[in-house]
C-alpha cells in the first residue's frame, strides 16, 4: 500500500491539480503587481507637495505665499517671509536690498510725511503713519513711487504683534543720507 502511494506520487506531474495551478496564478500575480509598483514608485510621488515658494520677487508677493507673522519671529524673518525686502531697502536687514518702494528710514520719514501739506491718511502720531502705510498703504502715496505695487493685504498676514515689532523697528531707522 505505502509502495503504491509513493509510485503514484513520483509519477505526477507538477501543477496539474487545480490548486497547484491557483497557487502559481497567484504567485505570478503577486510577483506582477510587486514589478509594477517598483517601476512606477519613483513617478508616483502621492499627495507629497513642493515646499511653498520663497518669495524672491515683487510678483511673487502674493497672499499663498506669505504666511502668518505671528510675532514670535525675528525681525528679520518677519520682513523676509512677509516679502517686504523684495520691494524695500531696510537698514540693518541684510537681505533687504528692493528698489520698488522707498528706503524704509521711518525714524526719519514718518515725521516729515505728516508734516507733507499732501498728506490725507488718518494718523495723527509717526506710529500711526507706520502703521497706516503698512496696513493701508492707499492712504498716503510716497511722491515719487506708484499706488498699488505695495500690497494691500498685510492686515490678514500680520498679527498684532508681528506689526507692533515691525513698527517699533523701522521708527529706530534715521536716514543716513544719499
Ligand atoms: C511689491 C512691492 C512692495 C512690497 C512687497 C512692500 N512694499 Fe511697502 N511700499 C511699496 C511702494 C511702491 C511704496 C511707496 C508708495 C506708497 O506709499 O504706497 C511703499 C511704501 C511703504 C511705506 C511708506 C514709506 C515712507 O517712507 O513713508 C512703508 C512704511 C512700507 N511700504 C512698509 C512695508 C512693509 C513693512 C512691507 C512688508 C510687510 C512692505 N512695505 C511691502 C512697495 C512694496
Same mark, same amino acid.
Given at each position: 500500500?505505502?509502495?503504491?502511494?509513493? =509510485?503514484?506520487?513520483? #509519477?505526477?506531474?507538477? %501543477?496539474?491539480?487545480?490548486?497547484?495551478?491557483? $497557487?502559481?496564478?497567484?504567485?505570478?500575480? @503577486?510577483?506582477?503587481?510587486?514589478?509594477?509598483?517598483?517601476?512606477?514608485?519613483?513617478? #508616483?510621488?502621492? #499627495? =507629497?507637495?513642493?515646499?511653498?515658494?520663497?518669495?524672491?520677487? +515683487? &510678483?511673487?508677493? $502674493?497672499? +499663498?505665499?506669505?504666511?502668518?507673522?505671528?510675532?514670535?519671529?525675528?525681525?528679520?524673518?518677519? %520682513?523676509?517671509?512677509?516679502?517686504?525686502?523684495?520691494?524695500?531697502?531696510?537698514?540693518?536687514?541684510?537681505?533687504?536690498?528692493?528698489?520698488?518702494?522707498?528706503?524704509?528710514?521711518?525714524?526719519?520719514?514718518?515725521?516729515?510725511?505728516? =508734516? #507733507?501739506? +499732501?498728506?490725507?491718511?488718518?494718523?495723527?502720531?509717526?506710529?500711526?503713519? @507706520?502703521?497706516?502705510?503698512?496696513?493701508?498703504?492707499?492712504? !498716503? @502715496?510716497? +511722491?515719487?513711487?506708484?499706488?498699488? @505695487?505695495?500690497?494691500?493685504? !498685510?492686515?490678514?498676514?500680520? &498679527?498684532?504683534?508681528?506689526?507692533?515689532?515691525?513698527?517699533?523697528?523701522?521708527?529706530?531707522?534715521?536716514?543716513?543720507?544719499?
Amino acid at each position: 500500500m505505502r509502495q503504491r502511494v509513493k =509510485a503514484v506520487a513520483a #509519477d505526477k506531474k507538477p %501543477f496539474q491539480s487545480d490548486t497547484e495551478r491557483f $497557487i502559481l496564478l497567484g504567485l505570478l500575480c @503577486v510577483a506582477a503587481l510587486w514589478t509594477i509598483n517598483r517601476v512606477f514608485a519613483p513617478i #508616483d510621488t502621492g #499627495d =507629497a507637495r513642493p515646499d511653498p515658494p520663497a518669495v524672491e520677487t +515683487a &510678483s511673487d508677493v $502674493i497672499p +499663498a505665499n506669505v504666511p502668518l507673522a505671528t510675532g514670535r519671529e525675528s525681525i528679520d524673518k518677519i %520682513f523676509v517671509q512677509s516679502g517686504c525686502t523684495v520691494c524695500h531697502t531696510i537698514p540693518g536687514i541684510r537681505v533687504a536690498k528692493g528698489r520698488e518702494g522707498p528706503p524704509l528710514e521711518l525714524g526719519t520719514n514718518a515725521r516729515k510725511r505728516l =508734516a #507733507d501739506p +499732501a498728506y490725507r491718511g488718518h494718523a495723527a502720531t509717526e506710529w500711526e503713519y @507706520v502703521q497706516e502705510s503698512i496696513l493701508h498703504p492707499g492712504a !498716503y @502715496v510716497v +511722491a515719487g513711487y506708484p499706488d498699488h @505695487v505695495m500690497p494691500r493685504w !498685510y492686515g490678514r498676514k500680520l &498679527s498684532a504683534a508681528a506689526l507692533e515689532k515691525m513698527i517699533r523697528y523701522l521708527l529706530r531707522i534715521e536716514a543716513v543720507g544719499e
